[in-house]
């Protein structure tokens, strides 16, 4: 199995500032990996997939990165509605999510 | 617009068997490029994948469930359903349903990511 390793686990931060994630694959994955947002009693919703491109909609400071096994989520300058929590979900072989990443407010 | 509505009991028996079910509306399950899936979240924890289904009859299931999943597709109802058996309480949390897309929409080819979601409903597994 393809296991998915986020850090950090929390994130604290402000309004405007700029916010990574990262996410690990055991394995390569090449470009197959997902992000996604969810708020709390909300079901998650996509940002990203094939590691780079930006789900119809989403805003444009949110970005992608990586192959093989590092990837990152940018959130370019962060906003009130981005506190939430990030997964980062593989679609290489199966399927599998990391463990979360709660943005939270500083 | 499409949109995905789980149903079935909040409450199950230890050692029982849990059942779902989601509707899909807005679109045909047959005329739509898709695998639909099941998801679940144990409170305050992260994102699980179950299994998923094609409207053929397709289905993957996660190892660590397999022996006790399954997933079937009811086109003529346009719904997909999950029994899990023999639950116990770590089996309690939200259960989403949710579209996942296909590479090129051909879902003989990569199936990928999790593109639209029902809004989840909690089972509790309890006596």
């Known amino acids: 199995d393809i296991q998915m390793t986020q850090s950090p686990s929390t994130l604290s931060a402000s309004v405007g500032d700029r916010v990574t994630i990262t996410c690990r694959a055991t394995?390569?994955?090449?470009?197959?990996l997902a992000w996604y947002q969810q708020k709390p009693g909300k079901a998650p919703k996509v940002l990203i997939y094939?590691?780079?491109s930006l789900e119809s909609g989403v805003p444009s400071r949110f970005s992608g990165s990586g192959s093989g096994t590092e990837f990152t989520l940018t959130i370019s300058s962060l906003q009130p509605d981005d506190f939430a929590t990030y997964y980062c979900?593989?679609?290489?072989?199966?399927?599998?999510f990391g463990q979360g990443t709660k943005v939270e407010i500083k | 617009q499409v949109h995905l509505q789980e149903s079935g009991p909040g409450l199950v028996k230890p050692s029982e068997t849990l059942s779902l079910t989601c509707s899909v509306s807005g679109d045909s399950m047959t005329s739509s490029d898709f695998y639909w899936a099941w998801i679940r979240q144990p409170p305050g924890k992260g994102l699980e994948w179950i299994g998923n289904v094609y409207y053929r009859g397709n289905t993957y299931n996660s190892p660590s469930l397999r022996s006790r999943v399954t997933i079937s597709v009811d086109t003529s109802r346009n719904q997909f359903s999950l029994k899990l058996r023999s639950v116990t309480a770590a089996d309690s949390g939200l259960y989403y349903c949710?579209?996942?897309?296909?590479?090129?929409?051909?879902?003989?080819?990569?199936?990928?990511?999790?593109?639209?979601w029902g809004q989840g409903t909690l089972v509790t597994v309890s006596s």
């Open positions: 394995q390569s994955i090449d470009e197959y």
């Open positions: 094939k590691a780079s």
């Open positions: 949710a579209r996942q897309t296909c590479d090129g929409g051909d879902c003989y080819s990569r199936v990928e990511y999790f593109n639209l």
């Open positions: 979900q593989q679609y290489s072989y199966s399927w599998t």
